[in-house]
């Protein structure tokens, strides 16, 4: 069980960025394999980027490709996502969470422990 706390997030016009950052606790951070997801208004979960335990696997839903990065400081037991270009349609609450499987999961049910959300809003 890991507790996932992110922050970060804000408001930011269109074409800007920001950098989210998701601190653990709780339990050994290097041996997890994490992701970000996404929540809209009316909208299901959606993943939007994960990374392996060793920082060398990441992969990205084709909306973020080319302008989000995943990465993770396990000495610091954080993980980020930095957004660029950011666009209104990436408005959504951002969560934090850790998988419980191995491989590259994607969906909602892979993941065990999940932070709270950090709200991100992209104005035209």
């Known amino acids: 069980q890991v507790q996932l706390v992110e922050s970060g997030g804000g408001l930011v016009q269109a074409g800007g960025s920001l950098r989210l950052s998701c601190a653990a606790s709780g339990r050994t951070f290097s041996s997890y394999g994490m992701g970000w997801f996404r929540q809209a208004p009316g909208k299901e979960r959606e993943f939007v980027a994960g990374?392996?335990?060793?920082?060398?696997?990441?992969y990205y839903a084709d909306s973020v490709k080319g302008r989000f990065t995943i990465s993770r400081d396990n000495a610091k037991n954080t993980v980020y996502l930095q957004m660029n270009s950011l666009k209104p349609e990436d408005t959504a609450v951002y969560y934090c969470a850790a998988a419980r499987i191995l491989g590259s999961p994607t969906m909602v049910t892979d993941f065990g422990s999940w932070g709270q959300g950090t709200q991100v809003t992209v104005s035209s």
């Open positions: 990374i392996g335990w060793n920082g060398d696997n990441t």
